[in-house]
Protein backbone atom coordinates (compact mmCIF):
# COMPACT_ATOMS: atom_id res chain seq x y z
CA UNK A 1 0.00 0.00 0.00
CA UNK A 2 0.92 3.31 -0.65
CA UNK A 3 2.37 5.61 2.32
CA UNK A 4 0.37 9.22 1.86
CA UNK A 5 1.15 12.24 4.05
CA UNK A 6 -0.40 15.45 3.44
CA UNK A 7 0.22 18.97 5.16
CA UNK A 8 -0.63 21.12 7.04
CA UNK A 9 -2.85 18.22 9.04
CA UNK A 10 -5.02 21.18 10.35
CA UNK A 11 -5.33 24.67 9.76
CA UNK A 12 -7.43 27.79 10.81
CA UNK A 13 -7.91 30.59 8.16
CA UNK A 14 -9.74 33.92 8.04
CA UNK A 15 -11.93 34.58 5.00
CA UNK A 16 -10.64 35.88 1.94
CA UNK A 17 -7.46 34.08 2.16
CA UNK A 18 -5.62 31.40 0.35
CA UNK A 19 -4.48 28.13 1.92
CA UNK A 20 -2.08 25.67 -0.29
CA UNK A 21 -2.39 21.89 1.03
CA UNK A 22 0.59 19.76 0.10
CA UNK A 23 0.58 15.66 -0.69
CA UNK A 24 3.74 13.22 -0.65
CA UNK A 25 3.75 9.81 -1.75
CA UNK A 26 6.31 7.36 -0.98
CA UNK A 27 5.82 5.69 -4.66
CA UNK A 28 5.39 6.76 -8.02
CA UNK A 29 1.59 6.57 -8.59
CA UNK A 30 -0.76 7.02 -11.51
CA UNK A 31 -3.51 8.56 -10.41
CA UNK A 32 -3.54 11.11 -7.81
CA UNK A 33 -7.17 12.58 -6.34
CA UNK A 34 -8.51 15.20 -3.91
CA UNK A 35 -12.14 14.84 -1.99
CA UNK A 36 -13.37 17.21 0.46
CA UNK A 37 -15.69 15.63 3.60
CA UNK A 38 -17.98 18.74 5.28
CA UNK A 39 -18.71 18.45 8.56
CA UNK A 40 -21.38 15.34 9.28
CA UNK A 41 -20.91 14.72 5.51
CA UNK A 42 -19.53 12.00 3.56
CA UNK A 43 -16.87 12.10 0.71
CA UNK A 44 -17.00 14.79 -2.28
CA UNK A 45 -14.34 13.74 -4.92
CA UNK A 46 -13.34 17.39 -6.35
CA UNK A 47 -10.67 16.25 -9.06
CA UNK A 48 -8.63 14.64 -10.33
CA UNK A 49 -4.83 15.82 -10.50
CA UNK A 50 -3.22 14.78 -13.73
CA UNK A 51 0.82 15.15 -14.18
CA UNK A 52 1.84 17.30 -17.02
CA UNK A 53 -1.87 19.13 -17.71
CA UNK A 54 -4.60 20.84 -16.29
CA UNK A 55 -6.75 18.85 -13.38
CA UNK A 56 -10.14 17.12 -14.35
CA UNK A 57 -12.63 18.97 -11.65
CA UNK A 58 -15.96 17.31 -10.78
CA UNK A 59 -19.38 18.80 -11.66
CA UNK A 60 -19.77 22.31 -8.41
CA UNK A 61 -16.07 22.78 -8.40
CA UNK A 62 -13.57 25.14 -10.76
CA UNK A 63 -10.08 25.98 -11.21
CA UNK A 64 -10.27 29.14 -9.80
CA UNK A 65 -11.72 28.23 -6.38
CA UNK A 66 -9.63 24.83 -6.41
CA UNK A 67 -6.64 25.34 -8.14
CA UNK A 68 -4.25 21.87 -8.08
CA UNK A 69 -0.59 21.16 -9.30
CA UNK A 70 0.86 17.79 -10.09
CA UNK A 71 4.38 18.27 -10.83
CA UNK A 72 5.49 14.86 -10.69
CA UNK A 73 4.10 11.12 -9.92
CA UNK A 74 4.43 11.47 -5.90
CA UNK A 75 3.43 15.22 -5.21
CA UNK A 76 0.18 17.37 -5.86
CA UNK A 77 -0.99 20.32 -3.84
CA UNK A 78 -4.54 21.51 -3.59
CA UNK A 79 -5.29 25.42 -3.39
CA UNK A 80 -8.20 26.65 -1.72
CA UNK A 81 -8.58 30.37 -2.58
CA UNK A 82 -10.82 33.17 -1.16
CA UNK A 83 -12.08 31.24 1.84
CA UNK A 84 -15.48 31.63 3.15
CA UNK A 85 -16.57 29.78 6.60
CA UNK A 86 -18.39 27.27 3.66
CA UNK A 87 -15.08 25.95 2.89
CA UNK A 88 -14.59 24.73 6.47
CA UNK A 89 -13.62 20.77 5.45
CA UNK A 90 -11.42 18.19 5.45
CA UNK A 91 -9.68 17.93 2.52
CA UNK A 92 -7.95 14.25 1.72
CA UNK A 93 -5.56 13.57 -0.68
CA UNK A 94 -5.91 10.14 -2.45
CA UNK A 95 -3.65 8.01 -4.88
CA UNK A 96 -3.98 4.87 -6.96
CA UNK A 97 -1.53 2.64 -9.23
CA UNK A 98 -2.73 1.87 -12.27
CA UNK A 99 -6.01 -0.03 -11.37
CA UNK A 100 -5.47 -1.12 -7.81
CA UNK A 101 -6.61 -0.34 -4.92
CA UNK A 102 -7.01 3.28 -4.16
CA UNK A 103 -5.40 4.73 -0.86
CA UNK A 104 -5.97 7.96 1.22
CA UNK A 105 -4.11 10.09 3.41
CA UNK A 106 -4.51 11.28 6.77
CA UNK A 107 -6.39 14.46 5.33
CA UNK A 108 -6.29 18.85 6.43
CA UNK A 109 -8.89 20.32 8.88
CA UNK A 110 -9.45 23.60 7.73
CA UNK A 111 -11.14 25.84 9.39
CA UNK A 112 -12.33 29.01 8.33
CA UNK A 113 -12.97 31.84 10.48
CA UNK B 1 -20.90 2.65 -11.29
CA UNK B 2 -23.45 0.95 -9.37
CA UNK B 3 -25.45 2.75 -6.31
CA UNK B 4 -25.29 0.54 -2.66
CA UNK B 5 -27.54 0.93 -0.26
CA UNK B 6 -26.11 0.53 3.66
CA UNK B 7 -28.40 0.87 7.13
CA UNK B 8 -27.09 3.98 8.29
CA UNK B 9 -26.15 2.91 11.88
CA UNK B 10 -25.46 -0.68 13.66
CA UNK B 11 -24.62 -1.27 17.47
CA UNK B 12 -22.11 -4.28 18.17
CA UNK B 13 -20.69 -6.04 21.41
CA UNK B 14 -17.07 -6.04 21.20
CA UNK B 15 -16.09 -9.27 21.01
CA UNK B 16 -19.11 -10.39 18.47
CA UNK B 17 -18.77 -10.55 14.89
CA UNK B 18 -19.66 -7.57 12.88
CA UNK B 19 -21.71 -8.05 10.21
CA UNK B 20 -22.39 -5.42 8.14
CA UNK B 21 -24.38 -5.44 5.13
CA UNK B 22 -24.50 -4.11 1.82
CA UNK B 23 -26.80 -3.67 -0.91
CA UNK B 24 -25.73 -3.44 -4.52
CA UNK B 25 -28.43 -4.52 -7.15
CA UNK B 26 -27.38 -2.66 -10.31
CA UNK B 27 -23.91 -4.55 -10.21
CA UNK B 28 -22.90 -5.00 -13.32
CA UNK B 29 -20.30 -8.05 -14.09
CA UNK B 30 -16.74 -5.66 -14.28
CA UNK B 31 -17.68 -3.76 -11.05
CA UNK B 32 -16.00 -4.70 -7.91
CA UNK B 33 -17.32 -4.25 -4.36
CA UNK B 34 -14.84 -2.45 -1.94
CA UNK B 35 -15.05 -1.33 1.76
CA UNK B 36 -13.37 0.96 3.28
CA UNK B 37 -13.83 2.65 6.74
CA UNK B 38 -13.01 5.88 8.56
CA UNK B 39 -12.25 6.09 12.09
CA UNK B 40 -12.97 9.41 13.60
CA UNK B 41 -11.16 12.65 12.01
CA UNK B 42 -8.93 10.03 10.04
CA UNK B 43 -8.61 9.60 6.44
CA UNK B 44 -10.53 6.67 4.98
CA UNK B 45 -8.68 2.96 5.10
CA UNK B 46 -8.87 0.34 2.71
CA UNK B 47 -10.78 -2.85 4.42
CA UNK B 48 -11.19 -5.76 1.45
CA UNK B 49 -12.74 -6.18 -1.80
CA UNK B 50 -14.33 -8.23 -4.25
CA UNK B 51 -15.21 -9.57 -7.45
CA UNK B 52 -17.27 -12.36 -7.14
CA UNK B 53 -15.64 -14.78 -4.86
CA UNK B 54 -15.62 -14.32 -1.00
CA UNK B 55 -12.49 -12.92 0.15
CA UNK B 56 -10.48 -13.00 3.80
CA UNK B 57 -7.68 -10.93 5.12
CA UNK B 58 -6.59 -9.87 8.14
CA UNK B 59 -8.75 -7.66 8.93
CA UNK B 60 -12.18 -8.98 7.76
CA UNK B 61 -13.70 -11.34 5.74
CA UNK B 62 -16.28 -10.34 2.54
CA UNK B 63 -18.88 -12.38 1.54
CA UNK B 64 -20.30 -11.47 -1.76
CA UNK B 65 -24.23 -13.46 -2.74
CA UNK B 66 -23.69 -15.65 -5.56
CA UNK B 67 -26.20 -12.98 -7.68
CA UNK B 68 -23.81 -10.60 -6.85
CA UNK B 69 -26.44 -8.24 -5.71
CA UNK B 70 -25.70 -8.12 -1.75
CA UNK B 71 -21.91 -8.56 0.18
CA UNK B 72 -21.40 -8.44 3.82
CA UNK B 73 -18.35 -7.23 5.51
CA UNK B 74 -17.75 -9.17 8.61
CA UNK B 75 -15.39 -7.93 11.42
CA UNK B 76 -14.74 -11.51 13.24
CA UNK B 77 -14.14 -10.19 17.01
CA UNK B 78 -15.02 -6.77 16.72
CA UNK B 79 -13.18 -4.07 19.62
CA UNK B 80 -14.02 -0.75 20.19
CA UNK B 81 -11.07 0.50 17.82
CA UNK B 82 -13.76 -1.07 15.18
CA UNK B 83 -16.17 2.02 15.55
CA UNK B 84 -16.28 4.03 12.70
CA UNK B 85 -18.22 4.57 9.91
CA UNK B 86 -17.90 1.66 6.78
CA UNK B 87 -18.64 2.48 3.29
CA UNK B 88 -19.75 -0.37 0.98
CA UNK B 89 -18.54 1.10 -2.29
CA UNK B 90 -19.08 -0.29 -5.94
CA UNK B 91 -16.44 0.38 -8.47
CA UNK B 92 -15.39 -0.22 -12.42
CA UNK B 93 -11.61 -0.52 -13.47
CA UNK B 94 -10.44 2.76 -13.66
CA UNK B 95 -13.15 4.57 -11.84
CA UNK B 96 -12.84 6.84 -9.28
CA UNK B 97 -14.45 5.59 -5.86
CA UNK B 98 -17.70 7.65 -5.05
CA UNK B 99 -19.01 7.31 -1.26
CA UNK B 100 -22.62 7.21 -0.06
CA UNK B 101 -23.79 7.54 3.58
CA UNK B 102 -22.02 4.66 5.05
CA UNK B 103 -22.92 2.58 8.24
CA UNK B 104 -21.98 3.77 11.68
CA UNK B 105 -20.50 1.42 13.60
CA UNK B 106 -20.82 1.52 17.27
CA UNK B 107 -18.97 -1.33 19.31
CA UNK B 108 -20.19 -1.62 22.67
CA UNK B 109 -17.90 -2.88 25.83
Known amino acids: SAVISQKPSRDICQRGTSLTIQCQVD?????MFWYRQQPGQSLTLIAT?????????ESGFVIDKFPISRPNLTFSTLTVSNMSPEDSSIYLC??????????FGPGTRLLVL | DAKTTQPPSMDCAEGRAANLPCNHS???????VYWYRQIHSQGPQYIIH???NNETNEMASLIITEDRKSSTLILPHATLRDTAVYYC??????????FGGGTRLMVKP
Open chain 2, 50 to 52: GLK
Open chain 2, 26 to 32: TISGNEY
Open chain 1, 94 to 103: SVRHNQETQY
Open chain 1, 27 to 31: SQVTM
Open chain 2, 89 to 98: IVRGAGNMLT
Open chain 1, 49 to 57: ANQGSEATY
